[in-house]
T-cell receptor, first 113, second 111 residues
């Protein structure tokens, strides 16, 4: 079963606009990671935020984490056509000593030129 | 470039056959995990290897098996292939409690 749920499932914006994607999860976590995936290829790591952090920035990316609401958001500012991709959040789930990542179904972002 | 490489990139197999997928971890990473991603879904955890030992398994049958080698490279083996095994198989390498970096995946088609 999938823990993380991204919202919205699809998002279409114009180049230069900001894109916000949300992620909700169910259990306690140590950290949450965001990934980008282009056209069914590999996942590109964007950012990791730990449970004791509330906000993190990387270039045009801003991630927030609210552990009380079990939710996270990814903001992409000044979007570009090259940002068109699917975005996934992944939470770590410690089970039997292993760290497995639990993914949602992703948000499909389309940035129109 | 993550430093994680997977081979082959694409593969077509017949139902009932066996397949081996390979993954070369990023230098210095001692943990490798495998995921299956069906079309339109998020990746699903298959299993994880840490220092050559299986260290956790998802909800996949025993015909999915793996190995990790002393150089931390890894293999995923799937026996008795079924049509539903058609998917993108992703390998991720990491250190404990750190970012996981994925390879480009192997697209497996079972016909």
């Amino acid at each position: 079963s999938q823990q993380g749920e991204e919202d919205p499932q699809a998002l279409s914006i114009q180049e230069g606009e900001n894109a916000t994607m949300n992620c909700s999860y169910k259990t306690s976590i140590n950290n949450l990671q965001w990934y980008r995936q282009n056209s069914g290829r590999g996942l590109v790591h964007l950012i990791l935020i730990r449970s004791n952090e509330r906000e993190k920035h990387s270039g045009r990316l801003r991630v927030t984490l609210d552990t009380s609401k079990k939710s996270s958001s990814l903001l992409i500012t000044a979007s570009r056509a090259a940002d068109t991709a699917s975005y996934f959040c992944a939470t770590d789930e410690l089970r039997g000593g292993s760290e497995k990542l639990v993914f949602g179904k992703g948000t499909k972002l389309t940035v129109n030129p | 470039e993550t430093g994680v490489t997977q081979s082959p990139t694409h593969l077509i197999k017949t139902r009932g056959q066996q397949v081996t997928l390979r993954c070369s971890s990023q230098s210095g990473h001692n943990t490798v995990s495998w995921y299956q991603q069906a079309l339109g879904q998020g990746p699903q955890f298959i299993f994880q290897y840490y220092r050559e030992e299986e260290n956790g398994r998802g909800n996949f049958p025993p015909r999915f098996s793996g190995l990790q080698f002393p150089n931390y490279s890894s293999e995923l083996n799937v026996n008795a292939l079924e049509l539903d095994d058609s998917a993108l198989y992703l390998c991720a390498s990491s250190l404990v409690a750190a970012e996981a970096f994925f390879g480009q995946g192997t697209r497996l088609t079972v016909v």
